[in-house]
């Protein structure tokens, strides 16, 4: 409909109409076949898309299993094919013990008469298999006790792909139902509604990737009872507005697609793509989806303004297929590269000189630096600085050339800051100021670091005292670990590199100091250089008689009681993708307060509405 106008009057004339009668009622068998097996690409937009893994952390889980997980006394185990392929082949042993496996488990209407074969892409390089898991008969359930979480959730994943790649195809009748209305604007209308219902599940019963709605269980239902020339009721009627909407964000698979589709990147290369443009802050993750910032759309603008041919989506891609071409000995390396750099070189000056200054500002500027009486060269780390070097190199491209790169400029104003050289040229000048200035500011940001450096000279005895320490063991919490060794060595790592430490640093260091005081090495001089409150000897009391009551001063000591004395809890229930479960609930609270822990004000709240719940409230 081109306005709202239109719409009503559509639906006034349908309102107003003949009854609705069902013109036509048709079945169909419908065979969805089984999806091809993993490969790199489709494993990290199922992961994606299913658990909400990133790129990076598929393939670092994929890469645990593929190396190896110990199963019991048998020793560690690889679990799953190597895990960067764009290959959807399967060995003919993986489909024989497929087949046997499904027969056995599922029964033979699933195991198909044939195995099933799946054909890969032009492309694809087929140097290794799909990823699988290296034997079917090891089911998620089987290796679950060895298996964390995140691990266990990608080989079901795994496993289950690869298991309904070799089953039959699932059967469902689709019916389709056309419902006509002679409208009262003398028009003929006809309205279509399609459903499916499930005759035979196939590979759906170990993998299914969306899962049928009720909805449509309900609907197909309906539709299946109505019979031809039915006579039928409008129950109601709406219009609805609908506007052009501009494409969705990238989500990380919705990249990875891309990037495939595209023939940009390999398998190997798909999760580092991902992960560099977010480790460059050149786009971030906003509810699931890749939003470019500020810094990102200005290094966008700038490469491709100054390189369109090299950042084309179409360049990439070529470049791939002739790098396939070199690896198949069908093109010399050397001819590839000879013709690549015939193009590249003439778009990298470009590049390189896009910013160049104006003459008239460069030259005034090199003859005010012509008389300066340069400092020896220096040694900074594994560099040396030569400014008079620097100087003549710049001088010698210009004369040259009669331009010299943005960069070259800038270093040229930095020496005359640096060096208090005046040009009697407004422009220059004041840049000249402003990179004084910046100087300045550096100069006393060293000095205060260098007094701070001062300030910690005596660190290293801290450090020194931790020399004999028996670290405790890396504690995991939710979803981080907690590693005092490492914790330690990366504050030692850059005190010894002359870096200086933070307030929030020497605090966690103090912290660290009061836990393993009794191990230190001269203790007491630790003390006093941190700054530690002297240690005092108190008595040993009971952990939950010495836990502090939680905030806000109320004893919860009561709650634990009366809940103790609950024999039934309520079923753990799931909403989204979290599982509410009181009595686990209950329990790492009561694990927390018997520990010497207090409770959270959040947490006392809990408390208490979990003893409402339950009748226990005192």
């Given amino acids: 409909?081109?306005?709202?106008?239109?719409?009503?009057?559509?639906?006034?004339?349908?309102?107003?109409?003949?009854?609705?009668?069902?013109?036509?009622?048709?079945?169909?068998?419908?065979?969805?076949?089984?999806?091809?097996?993993?490969t790199t690409s489709t494993l990290q937009q199922t992961a994606n898309t299913v658990l909400h893994y990133s790129a990076t952390n598929t393939m670092r889980f994929a890469q645990q299993l593929y190396e190896g997980i110990e199963l019991g006394a048998g020793g560690a185990v690889g679990l799953i094919t190597y895990m960067r392929t764009d290959s959807v082949?399967?060995?003919?042993?993986?489909?024989?013990?497929?087949?046997?496996?499904?027969?056995?488990?599922?029964?033979?209407?699933?195991v198909p008469s044939k195995p099933n074969f799946f054909k890969n892409k032009a492309a694809a390089q087929e140097a290794h298999e799909a990823i699988r898991p290296t034997d079917v008969n090891r089911t998620p359930e089987s290796v679950a006790p060895f298996l964390d979480p995140s691990q266990l959730k990608l080989y079901t994943l795994i496993w289950r792909r690869f298991t309904a790649s070799q089953m039959t195809p699932a059967v469902s009748n689709l019916t389709t139902a056309d419902v006509g209305i002679d409208g009262a604007d003398g028009s003929k209308y006809t309205f279509r509604a399609t459903a499916s219902t499930p005759v035979f599940p196939g590979f759906s019963r170990v993998f299914e990737d969306s899962p049928k709605k009720q909805d449509e269980a309900n609907a197909a239902e309906a539709l299946g009872a109505l019979a031809e020339k039915e006579l039928l009721a409008i129950a109601d009627r709406k219009s609805e507005q609908k506007f052009t909407e501009p494409p969705p964000r990238y989500s990380e698979a919705s990249l990875i697609k891309e990037l495939e589709e595209n023939g940009i990147g390999r398998p190997s290369t798909y999760a580092s793509i991902i992960k560099t443009v977010q480790d460059r802050d050149y786009v971030t993750r906003d509810q699931g989806k890749l939003v470019p910032t500020e810094l990102g759309c200005k290094v966008n603008d700038f490469l491709v303004g100054r390189l369109p041919e090299l950042f084309d989506v179409g360049f990439t891609a070529k470049m791939e297929g002739e790098l396939d071409e070199v690896e198949e000995g069908k093109r010399s390396w050397v001819d590839m590269m000879t013709a690549f750099y015939a193009r590249f070189a003439p778009w990298l000056e470009s590049a390189r000189t896009a910013d160049a200054p104006p003459a008239e500002n460069v030259s005034p500027l090199l003859a005010a630096l012509a008389n300066v009486e340069?400092?020896?060269?220096?040694?900074?780390?594994?560099?040396?600085?030569?400014?008079?070097?620097?100087?003549?190199?710049?001088?010698?491209?210009?004369?040259?050339?009669?331009?010299?790169?943005?960069?070259?400029?800038?270093?040229?104003?930095?020496?005359?800051?640096?060096?208090?050289?005046?040009?009697?040229?407004?422009?220059?000048?004041?840049?000249?100021?402003?990179?004084?200035?910046?100087?300045?500011?550096?100069a006393e940001k060293r000095a205060a670091n260098a007094e701070a450096a001062a300030g910690q000279s005596e660190l290293g005895t801290v450090f020194s005292a931790f020399d004999k320490v028996?670290?405790?063991?890396?504690?995991?919490?939710?979803?981080?670990?907690?590693?005092?060794?490492?914790?330690?060595?990366?504050?030692?790592?850059?005190?010894?590199?002359?870096?200086?430490?933070?307030?929030?640093?020497?605090?966690?260091?103090?912290?660290?100091?009061?836990?393993?005081?009794?191990?230190?090495?001269?203790?007491?001089?630790?003390?006093?250089?941190?700054?530690?409150p002297e240690k005092t000897e108190t008595p040993a009391a009971d952990p939950a008689a010495a836990a502090a009551p939680a905030a806000g001063g109320v004893d919860p000591a009561p709650l634990f009681a009366a809940l103790a004395q609950v024999t039934e809890w309520a079923e753990p229930v799931k909403r989204g993708r979290f599982t509410y479960d009181d009595k686990k609930f209950f329990d790492s609270l009561k694990k927390q307060y018997d520990g010497g822990k207090s409770l959270s004000e959040k947490q006392l709240s809990a408390l208490g509405k979990l003893a409402a719940k339950y009748g226990q409230e005192k």
């Fill in 1 to 38: 409909m081109s306005n709202t106008l239109d719409a009503q009057k559509l639906l006034d004339a349908v309102q107003s109409g003949s009854t609705p009668v069902v013109n036509s009622l048709t079945r169909a068998e419908r065979r969805r076949h089984a999806p091809p097996p993993f």
């Fill in 89 to 110: 082949t399967i060995a003919r042993e993986a489909q024989i013990a497929a087949a046997d496996f499904i027969g056995r488990t599922y029964g033979p209407e699933y």
């Fill in 374 to 442: 340069f400092a020896a060269p220096e040694k900074a780390g594994r560099r040396v600085y030569d400014d008079k070097k620097f100087y003549k190199s710049v001088s010698d491209a210009f004369a040259k050339n009669g331009k010299i790169t943005g960069r070259q400029f800038q270093a040229l104003i930095g020496l005359a800051a640096k060096y208090g050289v005046g040009v009697g040229h407004d422009v220059l000048d004041s840049e000249i100021a402003k990179a004084a200035e910046v100087r300045a500011g550096q």
């Fill in 470 to 532: 028996t670290f405790e063991p890396p504690v995991k919490r939710g979803r981080f670990t907690y590693d005092d060794k490492k914790f330690f060595d990366s504050l030692k790592k850059q005190y010894s590199g002359g870096r200086v430490l933070s307030e929030k640093q020497l605090a966690a260091l103090g912290k660290l100091a009061a836990r393993y005081r009794g191990e230190l090495a001269d203790a007491d001089r630790v003390a006093a250089l941190l700054s530690l």
